[in-house]
């Protein structure tokens, strides 16, 4: 089991930064990749970026250039810097860990909300 706790969403204009954090516990050596997936109101659960246990890095098209995910190992954290937000990043924002082995497993945090107003 892992347990995720997202924080640092809130509401900003338009062209504004905003920085998500995850902390992870549990079986977090297990841990494959960490990602951070969106859904705003009424559309699908989206990837938005993710980071493998080596370090690499994928992102949505939508928010390449102005998302940037990372990940600090001390701290078992995974953070999504947010830049030149728009309106169309506002979104319930759910940080995940997938774990390989026995099948595979995704867990999810409970979830926090962005909100970018023009």
């Known amino acids: 089991q892992v347990q995720l706790v997202e924080s640092g969403g809130g509401s900003v204009q338009s062209g504004g930064s905003l920085r998500l954090s995850c902390g992870a516990s549990?079986?977090?050596?297990?841990?494959?990749?960490m990602d951070w997936y969106r859904q705003a109101p009424g559309k699908q659960v989206e990837l938005v970026a993710g980071?493998?246990?080596?370090?690499?890095?994928n992102y949505a098209d939508s928010v390449k250039g102005r998302f940037t995910i990372s990940r600090d190992r001390a701290k078992n954290t995974v953070m999504l810097q947010m830049n030149s937000l728009k309106p169309e990043d506002t979104a319930v924002y759910y940080c995940t860990a997938y774990i390989s082995t026995s099948g595979g497993n995704r867990y999810w945090g409970q979830g926090t909300q962005v909100t970018v107003s023009s």
């Open positions: 980071i493998t246990s080596a370090g690499a890095t």
């Open positions: 549990g079986r977090i050596d297990s841990i494959n990749t």
